[in-house]
């Protein structure tokens, strides 16, 4: 469905994109992953036939995004890092103006608009102006923008990033129902963790430069590093660490004190967990740690 072949991009004399070949099939939800700055955005807007490559090109259905543009467009969807709306519009105008422009029959736009809003479950907000949304609710009424026109490819920059863990999930859910519809997803993540729980495939992107691509499994490490920083017992904690599924170790690290802390915040305790299982099972450990009355101060993957 997504062939990239040779591509690159130079900016003000700067490469930002380096020979970059992948591909991704039908249906694949595809993670492009890499720090700030390493030319994510880039390649999604190459792809969004928004911006030109200075070599190589790119096939989406088989269409080149430099020579058939016009082919291309009515292919994708695409949301950006930063969503435009028009602060006049209820969340139902905003999705029937799109519908609009992308010439969806009138007679046919309540009924999308309703399915996609509560597709994103926005439809209780449909009557709502745009700009009394939050900062999670704009990023699911734009995947809904995106969906409109009933796109074969959907091209996510950074989707998760303005998500609670909550609405992290349920996007998860609506992505893979999604790809059930046959739909190719490219989204893109500052953290390979982020992702490796919904991708089939991945890409990790360096300075402009693709490091490793492949299917997920192939390029995903067995064992991950969750460091957790807690008030509280460390026998209790160790114990209900290793009690979850998913955790190969867990140990604890000598922490340092915050600086100008309260005396029980200069106790903080760090716990390193060797971790090979999934989304659920990290939401899982940190639940346990939390009823049993540990305070977690920090839970993050490294």
Do not use: W
Not at 17 to 43: F, N, Q, W, Y
Not at 101 to 129: F, M
Not at 241 to 262: I, K, T, Y
């Amino acid at each position: 469905m997504i062939e990239i072949k040779h591509l690159s991009q130079q900016r003000k004399g700067q490469r930002v994109l380096d020979e970059i070949t992948l591909s991704a099939p039908g249906g694949a939800i595809l993670g492009i992953v890499g720090p700030r700055g390493a030319g994510k955005t880039s390649l999604l807007r190459i792809l969004a036939t928004l911006d030109t490559p200075t070599a190589g090109d790119a096939l989406i259905a088989g269409y080149s995004v430099n020579h058939q543009r016009a082919q291309v467009r009515p292919l994708i969807g695409y949301l950006p890092a930063a969503l435009g709306v028009y602060a006049d519009q209820t969340c139902a105008e905003y999705l029937a103006f799109f519908a609009a422009c992308y010439g969806i029959p009138a007679r046919e736009r309540p009924a999308l608009v309703s399915d996609l809003l509560r597709l994103v479950e926005l439809y209780h907000r449909r009557d709502d102006p745009v700009d009394r949304l939050s900062p999670a609710m704009r990023q699911r009424l734009g995947l809904a923008r995106a969906l409109v026109h009933d796109p074969l490819v959907l091209l996510l920059d950074e989707p998760m990033r303005l998500l609670d863990p909550r609405a992290q999930v349920e996007l998860r859910e609506t992505l893979k129902a999604l790809t059930e519809m046959n739909k190719t997803i490219v989204m893109t993540s500052t953290s390979l963790a982020e992702v490796q729980d919904i991708c089939t495939h991945a890409a990790i992107l360096r300075d402009g430069q693709l490091v490793e691509s492949g299917p997920l499994e192939s390029i995903t490490p067995s064992h991950r590093r969750i460091v957790i920083k807690l008030l509280g017992d460390p026998q209790t904690a160790l114990r209900l660490a290793l009690s979850v599924n998913g955790v190969v170790e867990a140990q604890f690290v000598a922490g340092s004190p915050l600086p100008g802390a309260r005396p029980a915040l200069a106790l903080l305790k760090e716990m390193h967990v060797t971790f090979d299982g999934g989304y659920a099972d990290a939401s899982a450990l940190l639940r346990a740690l939390m009823h049993s009355g540990v305070q977690v101060v920090s839970f993050q993957e490294e």
